[in-house]
C-alpha cells in the first residue's frame, strides 16, 4: 500500500513534469473506480484542461487543475500511477488515462481497483479526506500537536498510528518501522506509554518518514508506479534476524494485518479485548 513516503516521492516527480500540461484526452477503462462529485463533471471535461499545482496529504494525491478542479487520488492497497509515453503496453486493470500536450501519457492503475480516483470541486468533499487528522510530514505535526492527538485515545500504540483520523499518512509497513525505530511493542495500549516514550514516538516518526524519503528519491526515480520496500528493517522480514540484536523477526497476524517486530528489542505482551 502506497505510504507518505511512497506517495511525497511521488508528488515531488509529478510536481516536476506535470503542471502546464493540458489534458488533450481521456479514457475511463474501468469506471467505478473514477468517481464525479458533481454530476457535470465527468472525466471528458478534463479535456482542455490544463494541470496545476500537485499536492498530498496523507494516503491522497492531489492534481490541481487550472479550471479550479481537483482530480483527488486514494490509491488504497495497490493502486499505482505510470507516467509513460503513450506506446507503452497497458497494464492489466489500467483504470484511466490522461494523453498530455507533452506527449506523455498519465495512467492510473489498480490490480485491485480498491482505490479512487475523484474529480471534485473541493478536496473536503472526497470521502474519508476531510477526517483525516495532521499529516505525519508536515512541520505542523509537533510534539504538542502528537500529544494531543493521542491524548483521548485508549488503543493500541500501532492500530493508533495506521488510524488516519488521528494522523494522515503512515500504513502498515511505515507503521513497523516506526516501532521498531522506536523500540516499543505494537499492540502496547498508549495509556501505557511514558512521556518520554511519546517523545521517542513522535522523534522516530519523523525520522522513519523522511529517511525513507532520501532512500525511494534517489532509488524510484522516473519509475513512480515501482513499490520499494525491500529497504525496510522489520517490515517483510518475519524469520530474518533483526538488524540490531539477531533475534528472529516476529510476524503475528492481529487485528486483521500483518506485523513484524522484535521480541527482544520491542518487549511486550499483548492484553485481549
Ligand atoms: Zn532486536
Redesign the pocket.
Known amino acids: 500500500m502506497p505510504e507518505s513516503p511512497d506517495l511525497e516521492v511521488i508528488k515531488e516527480y509529478l510536481e516536476r513534469v506535470l503542471p502546464g500540461q493540458v489534458i488533450e484526452a481521456s479514457e475511463v477503462l474501468r469506471p467505478l473506480v473514477v468517481r464525479s462529485l458533481l454530476p457535470e463533471y465527468t472525466v471528458s471535461t478534463l479535456e482542455g484542461d490544463t494541470l496545476s499545482e500537485v499536492g498530498r496529504r496523507g494516503k491522497f494525491l492531489l492534481l490541481g487543475l487550472e479550471s479550479g478542479r481537483t482530480i483527488v487520488i486514494n490509491p488504497m492497497l495497490a493502486g499505482r500511477l505510470q507516467y509513460c509515453s503513450p506506446d507503452t503496453r497497458r497494464l492489466a486493470r489500467t483504470i484511466l488515462i490522461l494523453r498530455l500536450s507533452g506527449g506523455m501519457d498519465l495512467r492510473y492503475v489498480d490490480p485491485k481497483s480498491m482505490g479512487k480516483v475523484y474529480l471534485t470541486p473541493d478536496e473536503n468533499l472526497v470521502p474519508r479526506f476531510g477526517g483525516q487528522g495532521p499529516d505525519a510530514l508536515d512541520p505542523g505535526f509537533t510534539l504538542e500537536v502528537f500529544r494531543e492527538r493521542l491524548r483521548t485515545r485508549r488503543g493500541e500504540i500501532k492500530g493508533l498510528l495506521i488510524n488516519q483520523a488521528v494522523l494522515a499518512g503512515i500504513g502498515n509497513a511505515y507503521a513497523d518501522e516506526i516501532l521498531?525505530e522506536a523500540r516499543l511493542y505494537p499492540f502496547r495500549k498508549r495509556p501505557s506509554l511514558s512521556p518520554d516514550e511519546v517523545e521517542r514516538l513522535h522523534r522516530c516518526i519523523r525520522s522513519v518518514l523522511s529517511q525513507a524519503i532520501v532512500v525511494l528519491r534517489e532509488r524510484m526515480g522516473d519509475d513512480i508506479d515501482v513499490k520499494i520496500r525491500d529497504f525496510l528493517q522489520v517490515h517483510g522480514h518475519g524469520g530474518s534476524?533483526?538488524?540490531?540484536?539477531?533475534?528472529p523477526?516476529s510476524e503475528i497476524r492481529a487485528r486483521n494485518r500483518l506485523s513484524n517486530f522484535?521480541?527482544?528489542?520491542?518487549p511486550g505482551k499483548m492484553i485481549e479485548g
Open positions: 521498531f534476524p533483526c538488524p540490531r540484536c539477531g533475534t523477526i522484535c521480541r527482544a528489542c520491542q
